[in-house]
Nanobody, 115 residues
Framework: QVQLVESGGGLVQPGGSLRLSCTASGTIFSIYAMGWYRQAPGKQRELVAL???????NYAESVKGRFTISRDNAKNTEYLQMNSLKPEDTAVYSC?????????WGQGTQVTVSS
């Protein structure tokens, strides 16, 4: 069984930065795509960023130029560096990983951007 554990959420002022981490543990042979999704209150879950096993990245238009996704394959860990945060970035952020052909999800971490 694979577990994804996130860390790094919290409260930050507009314009500030946060770095989220997500580590996969358990019996793992290969991790393909990894990514981050978010869900704000009353809204549907949306894709924030994806990164392939080879390092190719995709971002939601709303975060391009502000967020950076990366991964450390040796540590089975992905990161989301979030800069220039806005109140509209407030949401529960969940990490995703395609592990051995199966989708795995983290439990979610709250990010609140407020003054």
């Amino acid at each position: 069984q694979v577990q994804l554990v996130e860390s790094g959420g919290g409260l930050v002022q507009p314009g500030g930065s946060l770095r989220l981490s997500c580590t996969a543990s358990g019996t793992i042979f290969s991790i393909y795509a990894m990514g981050w999704y978010r869900q704000a209150p009353g809204k549907q879950r949306e894709l924030v960023a994806l990164i392939s096993s080879g390092g190719n990245t995709n971002y939601a238009e709303s975060v391009k130029g502000r967020f950076t996704i990366s991964r450390d394959n040796a540590k089975n860990t992905e990161y989301l560096q979030m800069n220039s945060l806005k109140p509209e970035d407030t949401a529960v952020y969940s990490c995703y990983a395609a592990v051995d052909g199966r989708a795995s999800w983290g439990q979610g971490t709250q990010v609140t951007v407020s003054s």
